[in-house]
């Protein structure tokens, strides 16, 4: 079965304004939501946002941030999943 980007779903987003790096729950159909890590949305010299980037390895910024935010994202996953 091809990919279908309408039953691909954005739940939640959180963004790292020092790094641009995206963290979301992500869903597909009726599928278990999940975690991604990206991608990166770095900012131009004019203040506008540059087309989205891998994460690639993540710096300590990037750590700090997802330290930062992970209880928030884990409850907000468990409230989104249905119980297997």
């Not at 963004?15 to 278990?32: M, R, V």
């Not at 990166?40 to 891998?54: E, V």
Request: charged share 40%; net charge negative; proline share 7%.
């Amino acid at each position: 079965m091809p990919f279908d980007p309408d039953k691909d779903k954005m739940l939640k987003q959180w963004k790292c304004e020092e790094t641009g790096l995206l963290i979301s729950i992500n869903q597909y159909g009726d599928a278990q939501p999940k975690v991604q890590i990206g991608p990166r949305i770095l900012k131009k010299k004019d203040g506008t946002d540059r087309a989205p980037s891998k994460a690639g390895r993540l710096t300590v910024e990037d750590m700090e941030f997802f330290y930062d935010i992970i209880d928030e994202v884990k409850d907000e996953l468990e409230k989104l999943a249905r119980p297997e």
